[in-house]
């Protein structure tokens, strides 16, 4: 099987700090965005476990949501707020012993592999270890795996690989097994489908969309404005399309109507080009909420966005 590192070595062989599950299996979320960046922000970082229902996007979106709180953390230590912290403090020391683990699962069985797809193992860049199925779990941080592995559904010694029916429930424990990992080269890891896409919604209807390359939708954006601030957005499978102002925040949309813009609180100035957008509207009043979601006629998540002139 694969020869590990020996830093792979040292973080499979590290105690749990916490573990978040995205699963098929548990009963899906309202909106698993807001606690668990409550949770971060607070520096109180607990286990978790969020139904993605059928979607796949969904469970695309916690692990990638997962990465990037991860990444405030660190942010958080290496700025020196644990100095005055002792929250932050205590999680410091703790992730130099311990790991945040991820696991997300999708598997209907599908009549075409036995018992499920294969899980895979991933390490990323920032030191978490996320385990999924499908392998398309891993797309939205696909630029963010330094190395990845699959575990083979077949004899293995965590299930029986032809009666089990709840592999998910014993996935963590894959770490504990590197005799069974099997190395592969993380260019087999799906990228994002659509250049523009539905990702999320919270609990209020507020659509955010996810940009495989922002500079390529930049330069569509700058294509279909015609020398205005405003373009038209449709989801593909509704009609539609919704005029948009594209502005930094949410206060710089006129209220009542739609806008398009990139959370400060996502790293809008960082390297990679991946992105998320907010598209929403602003309501009219504080009585008078839109419900975005509902609008657009809830829409997959997955959908794919077009930017058309207006």
Request: hydrophobic content about 35%; proline content about 5%; aromatic content about 8%.
């Amino acid at each position: 099987m694969a020869e590990l590192t020996d830093s792979e070595k040292d973080l499979l062989s590290r105690k749990t700090h916490a573990l978040h599950v995205f699963s098929d299996t548990i009963p899906e979320s309202e909106d698993f965005d807001a606690p668990l960046t409550t949770d971060y922000n607070s520096y109180d970082i607990r286990s978790t476990r969020d139904g993605i229902g059928e979607s796949t996007v969904l469970g695309q979106y916690g692990i990638e949501l997962i990465v990037q709180l991860v990444d405030g953390l660190r942010g958080d230590i290496a700025a020196g707020i644990g100095d005055t912290d002792p929250d932050l403090r205590a999680i410091e020391k703790s992730l130099t012993a311990k790991v945040i683990k991820v696991v997300g699962n999708n598997a209907p069985r599908d009549g075409e592999s036995e018992n499920g797809t294969d899980f895979h193992l991933a390490i990323t860049d920032n030191d978490l270890i996320v385990i999924a199925t499908p392998l398309e779990l891993l797309s939205f941080i696909r630029d963010r795996i330094k190395s990845v592995f699959r575990f083979p559904n077949k004899d293995n010694p965590i299930w029986d690989w032809i009666r089990e029916q709840f592999r998910s429930a014993k996935a963590a424990r894959i770490v504990r097994y590197p005799d069974h990992l099997v190395r592969e080269n993380k260019l087999i890891i799906p990228d994002q489908r659509h250049l523009f896409e539905l990702a999320f919604a919270d609990r209020y209807g507020n659509p955010r969309a996810r940009a495989r390359d922002k500079y390529h939708l930049a330069e569509l954006i700058d294509q279909k404005k015609n020398g205005s601030e405003v373009v038209g957005l449709r989801v593909v499978g509704t009609s539609k399309i919704i005029r948009t102002s594209l502005t930094n925040c949410l206060d710089g949309i006129p209220a009542g109507e739609w806008g398009l813009y990139q959370n400060v609180a996502d790293n809008v100035n960082g390297e990679r080009p991946s992105a998320y957008w907010e598209f929403a509207p602003r309501w009219a009043s504080g009585d008078q909420r839109l419900n975005g979601y509902e609008i657009l006629g809830r829409p997959k998540l997955g959908s794919p966005i077009e930017v058309v002139s207006v």
